[in-house]
């Protein structure tokens, strides 16, 4: 048993937004301290959009939404970090509570709503963090935005961050955000990644720097729609994709209490839903765009599964609110057993 599983009792204790807040400040305040440090520098040299990686092993969006803690969660072991979701105004959110842990099926329910501090906060993180290592930032829009005028808001988030990120993640596969998830559809998803697109092209010119962009999609589609959005990925020449975001299906809850509440589902439940989209996706793709798989790791097996899937990354954060920081030297070592 780790010091976290003996804190864990504890911990559960605490308000789960509150929780959050008190385990990012305590890695920032420690990290100075030499603290924390993986036991073993696992090193599996990977190729993910053009970047080079130390390891496949990444920490999913929304645990450092404002870039506060970069450092700190890298020194975890982590191969590459990514922060946000981030909008181009500061935003409180959803009204709380919006975050729920479900301890008899190890998920968490959240509704959070895309709280930040705003890209130019998270910006101003980004550079005093002075990281030197792979680092994705991932963009939303506001919510007050309307849905037809969404692509402005990302157009924004990805100018402001080009500069500063090695990857940019387009997350429309948020349950939160109201017709968040309309994007996905096949004219819609075309007018808003074609218009990245340009931009990053225009970005690229002026920078003297090719920063690959990814698109978050959700596990709650079917073959249909994965078919759609594998044929849209290709035709804009997107370059990665990541599967997947929360469920909205909580049917794995079965008559728990919390089984009712709004807002996306992550954990283990999420896991199968995950995988299957993943498999379908790396098909449909054939090798042409790159997948991180997402979603339901809460051992290294998990982890070692989605590569064997097919993705040639994988990210995960819930999985931490049950096994702590442990789980990254174990997906870490059960992953470099992976042959690719």
Excluded: W
């Amino acid at each position: 048993m780790n010091l976290y599983e003996l804190a864990q009792p504890l911990i559960f204790k605490l308000d789960p937004e509150c929780a959050h807040q008190l385990a990012l400040k305590t890695l920032k305040r420690a990290y100075p301290l030499g603290i924390p440090a993986p036991a073993n520098p696992y090193i599996q040299p990977t190729q993910l959009m053009g970047l080079d990686l130390p390891n496949p092993v990444g920490l999913a969006a929304g645990m450092d939404k404002n870039g506060e803690c970069i450092q700190a969660l890298a020194a975890l072991g982590f191969g590459f970090i990514e922060i946000g979701t981030i909008t181009p105004r500061p935003q409180e959110g959803n009204p709380k509570p919006r975050l729920f842990r479900v301890p008899e099926h190890r998920a968490v329910i959240n509704r959070m709503g895309f709280n930040n501090h705003g890209i130019d906060a998270l910006i101003d993180n980004v550079q005093r963090a002075n990281f030197k290592g792979v680092l994705g930032i991932n963009i939303g829009k506001n919510a007050t935005t309307p849905i037809e005028n969404a692509v402005d808001d990302y157009l924004i988030c990805l100018e402001k961050a080009y500069h500063h990120a090695s990857y940019i993640t387009v997350n429309i596969s948020s349950p939160n955000t109201k017709n968040l998830r309309d994007l996905q559809g096949g004219d819609e998803l075309t007018k808003l990644l074609t218009a990245l697109k340009n931009k990053q092209a225009h970005l690229q010119a002026a920078c003297n720097k090719y920063v690959p962009l990814a698109v978050k999609i959700a596990p709650d589609l079917d073959a249909e729609q994965i078919e759609n959005i594998a044929q849209i990925v290709l035709q804009t020449e997107m370059d990665g994709v990541i599967a997947t975001n929360t469920t909205i299906d909580k049917s794995a809850l079965g008559s728990h209490p919390l089984a009712a509440e709004q807002g996306g589902l992550s954990g283990e439940p999420v896991r199968e839903a995950s995988n299957r989209v993943l498999a379908a996706l790396v098909r449909e793709l054939n090798g042409k765009v790159p997948v991180i798989g997402v979603g339901g790791i809460l051992s290294g097996e998990h982890a070692a599964e989605k590569l064997r899937l097919g993705a040639t990354a994988v990210q995960f954060y819930s999985g931490m609110v049950y096994r702590g920081t442990a789980l990254v030297g174990e997906c870490l070592e059960a992953c470099q057993k992976v042959v690719k």
